[in-house]
């Protein structure tokens, strides 16, 4: 019933959005052992100000789809105490 009110999306959307999950995975410039490394030490460094749940901290490393050379370091980190 729903999808003949609002229409299934077509395969062409679907593929597209695929495409762009790919494109964004293979243009990152940082490999997963450095953000490894990186989300250590900076689980080190918070850890000695501020007490913070550690397994769920989240580090990523997204570049801008125009310049390659250019991109966001986002880190999310839960704390639990100051």
């Not at 494109?23 to 918070?46: A, G, P």
């Amino acid at each position: 019933m729903f999808k003949k009110l609002f229409g299934r999306k077509k395969s062409s959307a679907i593929a597209k959005d695929r495409l762009k999950l790919v494109l964004i995975h293979d243009r990152r410039l940082i490999s997963n052992t450095v953000l490894t490394e990186m989300k250590d030490d900076l689980i080190k460094v918070i850890s000695k100000y501020i007490k913070i749940d550690q397994d769920s901290i989240n580090i990523q490393f997204d570049v801008e789809t125009e310049n390659r050379n250019k991109g966001a370091l986002i880190v999310n980190v839960p704390v639990e105490d100051i």
